[in-house]
Structures are given as C-alpha cells and as structure tokens.
C-alpha cells in the first residue's frame, strides 16, 4: 500500500455536469499530481501541485482545474464534462527535493464514466 | 520532446517461464530518470523501479530483473519463473530532471497462465 487514498472509487455522470474527485498523499508528501487514464491508454499528466500552487500542466483544458490544501489533500475539478472524460483518475503524491526526479506512489484512482 | 514506447501490447507466458517486457524511450536531456510500474486489475499503479541516466547498472531483485542501455535507449525489464500474481499491466514511464511530469508508454499488459 502507497498511504495515497482517492475517493470515490466509481462515479457516473452526464454530459454537461461537473466532477470533483478528491485524493489524500502519503504523509510527509508535499506534491500532488494527477493523471487521466483511458482505457488501454498509459497515464497522461493533467497537472501538478506544489505547496498549494500550480506547478507544471499538461495538455488538458481550462475545464480541468485542481486544489492543494495545506494538509496536502487535494481535489481535482472537471466542468462541462464531455464523454471523453470518461475515464481512469489517479494521483500520484511525492516529495518536491527537486523537480522531476522523485518518485511518485499513486492510489487506486476513481473510474469515471460520462454518459 | 520526451516518448516512451512499449511495443508489447500484450504478451501471454506460461507459469514459470522467464519473460522480457521492452521500453524504448526518445529524450534529449542528458539527465533524466526511468521508472517501471505495475499495475493490477485493482488499478492502483504499483512502483516497481527508479533508475537514474548515468547508472547504467544492471539490476536484480528477486525474480525481477532490469537491463538499461543508454546506447539503445531502451530499459527492458525481465521476471524469471513468472507466476501467476506477475499477471497485470506493467508501465515504463520517463521523467526529466528539471519537470515535473512522468511520460508513461502505453503499457504491457502480461498474462500468465497456470
């Protein structure tokens, strides 16, 4: 077990709706990231937080949006889901020494279908 | 610009057989780090290996094995006398040493049969 938790497990909305999922880090993690896994697909990089900013996004749109609490959770916001949004969630915590180079443990993600 | 392949979409081995799962991986940094990942039905992607640009050691734990060849730009991964809990989705994934962000290929998913 990596200590990172995701909730919910499974979600199920429609076109149009918002989401917002919500991860815990393992403890004494200060870095967040979070990832979009499609069916059959390796993780994409969504976007990264650090000491609660923003640090590095990947090629998602605005719609995606995230937060970092001063405890380290953190959520992940989808507006205006699409059906391509359906998808595997998951995030990774780590600790920032230097970027890039520390590993990450992931959760279990939250499965998400958009109907 | 940085890319992971994994040619091996899905590889089916019987029970105790030795296996190779590859990776290739395009970078032009000079500094960067390679990591293997497993991941089981559940989901939960399970860290397996982390391995820097100017170790080129090869690595032995258990039955898993590592090959990395900078030459070939390939990190092929090895587990001898597979089981059946081998079976999953393994993930080679590349990160730069200034960014943030893991490159994850698309995955081999192994299946090993009693």
């Known amino acids: 077990e990596t200590g990172v938790t995701q909730s919910p497990t499974h979600l199920i909305k429609t076109r149009g709706q918002q989401v917002t999922l919500r991860c815990s880090s393992q403890?004494?993690?200060?870095?967040v990231s979070w990832y979009q896994q499609a069916l059959g697909q390796g993780p994409q990089f969504i976007f990264q937080?650090?000491?609660?900013?923003?640090?590095g996004r990947g090629n998602f749109p605005p719609r995606f949006s995230g937060l970092q609490f001063p405890n380290y959770s953190s959520e992940l916001n989808v507006n205006a889901l699409e059906l391509d949004d359906s998808a595997l969630y998951l995030c990774?915590?780590?600790?920032?020494?230097?970027?890039?180079?520390?590993?990450?443990?992931f959760g279990p993600g939250t499965r998400l279908l958009v109907l | 610009a940085q890319k992971v392949t994994q040619a091996q979409t899905e590889i089916s081995v019987v029970e105790k057989e030795d296996v190779t799962l590859d990776c290739v991986y395009e970078?032009?940094?000079?500094?960067?780090?390679l990591f293997w990942y497993k991941q089981p039905p559940s989901g939960e992607l399970v860290f397996l290996i982390r391995?820097?640009?100017?170790?080129?050691q090869n690595e032995i734990s258990g039955r898993y094995s590592w090959n990395f060849q900078k030459s070939t730009s390939s990190f092929n991964f090895t587990i001898t006398a597979s089981q059946v809990v081998d079976s999953a989705v393994y993930f080679c994934?590349?990160?730069?040493?200034?960014?943030?962000?893991?490159?994850f290929g698309t995955g081999t998913s192994l299946t090993v049969i009693p």
């Open positions: 937080y650090y000491r609660e900013e923003e640090n």
């Open positions: 970078t032009r940094d000079t500094t960067y780090y």
């Open positions: 391995r820097n640009s100017f170790d080129e």
């Open positions: 994934a590349l990160t730069q040493d200034t960014g943030n962000q893991f490159y």
């Open positions: 403890s004494g993690h200060n870095t």
């Open positions: 990774a915590s780590s600790v920032m020494i230097f970027s890039g180079r520390e590993t990450q443990y």
